[in-house]
């Protein structure tokens, strides 16, 4: 049997930059291949490449048969008879790629309109018959919505459901639930390994994460640097990776990270304790004074918490829960609307005027590597920035302090004089660590640090905080909605959601006997990389 | 970064002036103020390029002359809009609350009049003159400034590298002054070249309308003014501080787009 595609020799060119190099596959009918590999590696590009997607200063070279047909040299007319309705993709960020002003029915019904025969009441069926099979519950009511009432989910699920409308043959899904929170993105790859099943879907699934194609996939390849490193069925590939950088790879996986054993911490008092804090966003208008309501948006309902010297705690929640307020009302960003937050002991107030001396004690290190450090400013600059403005050193000694600090997060020292634009993610998060580091903090609260960050990077910059933390006694507060990660660093953790504390105790309890049922759907949602074992 | 031909075009262009503007003496083939009435209303020659205005004086070396004077009017005018534009903008977006309300809504009190009635108003009241013109420039030209910088300061607020450096503990002054600024500086800069043309065109329409620069002095608006009167036997007297106004006006409005063209690709 011939494949249903097959790429030979693909190579994409962007000026002198080759983002695929030389890449060949076959696809059989019913497959489902994964292309795994860390951001800049040519996957994506690979698949809009197939699609004929990319703009046109890429020089593309190869071939890409579908059904015997070249989808490369094919004339834009007969392509867009191909496109949509016998191959269709899916992106990442589905709020981008549904238009704001349409309703979701009719965003679904536009390929049925384009490629089918179906007229009127066949359409509206055939669009509630799709929604149902994505499992969008309640299928007429959400098919009058504008994608902003959707959550991200849902969003995702819509977009599935636009592509199968034509029943296609391939099906494109490029990176589809990177941009959701663990359990939708569970629900979702839940949804496509379904319907390959039911639908006999062939599927080209692309993710950096192995272990969401490792859930819908049976073939794999491996990219990195434009080039495919490695190929074949998954679970050959898990278990006996063939190359170096397949089993880097694997071994940056969360899964195959050893567990720490904690040492036992002290009973004695907190270093860092919070106490009924709430926090509001917008203010109590005059209707809700009179409606006796207490306005506003509460993002954090009731928390409390205390972390001791030496501990890490980890804060867990899917987006929305309230838990990226709360870390920046410890360092004085957000003022909590009640509750207060005490300090070695003492009531502290990152807000108010004592608060140089309290922020030099806790630091907090940002989401977006890239985002945190001024564009204007040098990595030099950047991190004796605090250096001088505080006096934290003499000032002869600053230019060996910065010295001093890069080293201790392993950057290369020549990239002293680099900006931030030249630097790669990681590089970017180090600096942010080193310039909070200058501060000698005793306590550092990292927000999502990981999850801008390719596994590769992930695990080295955990490594990184482990050591630090090892070596000045540090206190973390770990933020993040990977709750793999969560379980290698923390020796306790809390659970929120929607602004409250749902579940909290040390790691090693919470996640082998979780009380509440939401802390086991969040834990079964951590992708692995096989398929059931835990 | 990688030059656009626009920006090099429009640099080569003002560079160009500047240098007539420097060497005026050296170019000017007359005295810019010479009377001569044995050769009144001259077409363009050999010994008069441009021609010759209704009292003989040599137009080349008017219009050369008059190089100085724009620009000196066009970038002197722009500093006081630019300086206080910026630094109202910037608090107002950055701080918001109440100083935005007072600032945005002086703002609003200044854009419904088109700009150059009120800077002819505020002139007409003032009294002619280039220090008049300037005064009405910083009262009304700010507000273009001081939405653009609040624009970016609202934005530049919320980015993380503005968080950071409040939970380094740093003052608002110094973030504004450090982190804020630098990082709006690129739009303020472009708005800035269109902001020198057009206040170089408006200084030469005050000129012109008898408001600006008072005869004889040597600069354009007032030449063209002059030559109306003989437009259709003499156009070379108005037609040539034309040109050259328009010259000088492409020459900034190109580097302005081609600066914004440059930055849009390096983000």
């Given at each position: 049997m011939t494949p249903l595609l097959s790429v030979k020799d693909l190579t994409v060119r962007f000026g002198a930059t080759v983002a695929v190099d030389d890449v060949s596959f076959d696809l059989e009918r019913g497959a489902a291949l994964g292309i795994v590999g860390e951001s800049g590696s040519g996957k994506s590009v690979t698949c809009r490449a197939v699609m004929r997607l990319l703009p046109p200063s890429a020089q593309i070279s190869g071939s890409a048969s579908f059904e015997g047909r070249d989808l490369l040299q094919m004339p834009e007319t007969e392509l867009n008879r191909v496109r949509g309705k016998r191959i269709a993709m899916i992106f990442q960020n589905p709020s981008s790629h549904l238009d704001p002003l349409m309703r979701i029915g009719d965003q679904v019904a536009q390929t049925l309109h384009k490629h089918t025969d179906l007229k009127g009441r066949a359409i509206r069926d055939e669009v509630l018959r799709l929604l149902d099979v994505v499992r969008i519950p309640d299928s007429e009511r959400w098919a009058q919505a504008f994608p902003h009432q959707l959550s991200g989910g849902m969003k995702q699920r819509a977009m599935i459901a636009g592509a199968l409308a034509c029943q296609p043959d391939l099906l494109l899904a490029d990176e589809p639930t990177t941009a959701l929170d663990a359990t939708v993105q569970k629900s979702v790859l839940d949804l496509l390994a379904q319907l390959r099943r039911e639908q006999n879907l062939t599927m080209i699934f692309v993710s950096h994460d192995l272990g969401a194609v490792a859930r819908v996939c049976d073939d794999l390849l491996v990219m990195r640097w434009s080039r495919l490193v490695e190929s074949g069925p998954v679970s050959r590939v898990i278990d006996a990776p063939r190359h170096d950088y397949t089993r880097k790879l694997l071994a940056s996986h969360p899964d195959r990270l050893k567990p720490r054993a904690f040492a036992p911490v002290g009973q004695g008092a907190p270093l860092v304790e919070a106490r009924g804090i709430q926090i509001r966003y917008g203010s109590r208008m005059l209707s809700d004074w009179i409606a006796g309501r207490e306005g506003g948006?509460?993002?954090?309902?009731q928390v409390d918490f205390a972390v001791r010297q030496g501990e890490t705690l980890g804060i867990v929640g899917e987006s929305g829960s309230g838990k990226s307020t709360l870390a920046r009302s410890l360092v004085g960003l957000v003022k909590p609307y009640r509750g207060a937050i005490f300090f070695d002991g003492q009531p502290a107030d990152p807000a108010g005027p004592g608060r140089i001396a309290y922020l030099r004690e806790m630091q907090l290190i940002y989401q977006h590597p890239s985002e945190a450090l001024s564009p204007r400013m040098t990595v030099q600059a950047a991190i004796a920035e605090p250096l001088r403005r505080h006096r934290l050193c003499p000032r002869d000694a600053v230019q060996g302090r910065v010295a001093e600090l890069m080293s201790q997060v392993d950057?290369?020292?020549?990239?002293?004089?680099?900006f931030p634009g030249q630097l790669s993610g990681g590089q970017c998060q180090r600096v942010a660590i080193a310039r909070a580091l200058a501060f000698d903090p005793r306590v550092l609260i990292a927000d999502e640090v990981t999850s801008a960050l390719d596994v590769t990077l992930q695990a080295q910059v955990i490594d990184l905080l482990l050591r630090l933390q090892k070596e000045r006694g540090l206190t973390m507060i770990f933020i993040s909605h990977d709750l793999a990660v969560i379980r290698r660093l923390c020796s306790s953790v809390i659970v929120m959601r929607e602004g409250r504390i749902v579940e909290a105790g040390p790691t090693a309890k919470v996640f082998d006997t979780p009380a509440e049922a939401y802390t086991r759907a969040l834990i079964d949602a951590i992708p692995h990389l096989k398929g059931d074992v835990a | 970064m990688k030059l656009s031909p626009m920006f090099v075009t429009g640099v080569a262009l003002v560079v160009l002036w500047c240098v007539i503007a420097l060497v005026a003496p050296k170019l000017a083939t007359h005295d810019p103020y010479a009377i001569d009435f044995a050769a009144i209303l001259q077409p363009p020659g050999a010994e008069h390029w441009f021609g010759t205005d209704n009292v003989g004086r040599d137009t080349y070396s008017r219009v050369i002359f008059g190089a100085r004077l724009a620009l000196y009017i066009g970038l002197l005018g722009v500093i006081a809009p630019m300086l206080i534009g910026m630094t109202v903008g910037l608090v107002a977006g950055y701080f918001g609350g109440w100083i935005d309300v007072v600032a945005m809504r002086l703002v609003d009190i200044t854009v419904p009049f088109p700009f150059f009635v009120l800077v002819l108003s505020i002139v007409a009241v003032l009294g002619p003159g280039i220090e008049n013109y300037f005064i009405a420039l910083a009262l009304v030209g700010w507000v273009g400034y001081a939405r653009l910088a609040r624009a970016e300061a609202l934005v530049l607020r919320r980015a993380e590298f503005v968080l950071a450096a409040r939970t380094m503990g740093f003052s608002s002054g110094y973030i504004l002054l450090r982190h804020v600024l630098p990082n709006s500086l690129s739009s303020i800069v472009v708005y800035l070249m269109t902001d020198v043309t057009l206040v170089i065109l408006f200084g030469a329409a005050l000129g012109f309308l008898g408001m600006g620069v008072s005869p004889p002095a040597a600069e354009w608006g007032v030449m063209i003014a002059e030559g109306q009167t003989y437009i259709s036997s003499a156009w070379w007297i108005s037609f040539f501080p034309g040109l050259a106004m328009v010259l000088i006006g492409v020459g900034f409005a190109l580097i302005g787009d081609g600066l914004a063209r440059m930055l849009r690709i390096e983000r």
């Open positions: 948006f509460m993002a954090v309902k950057l290369d020292p020549d990239l002293i004089t680099r | -």
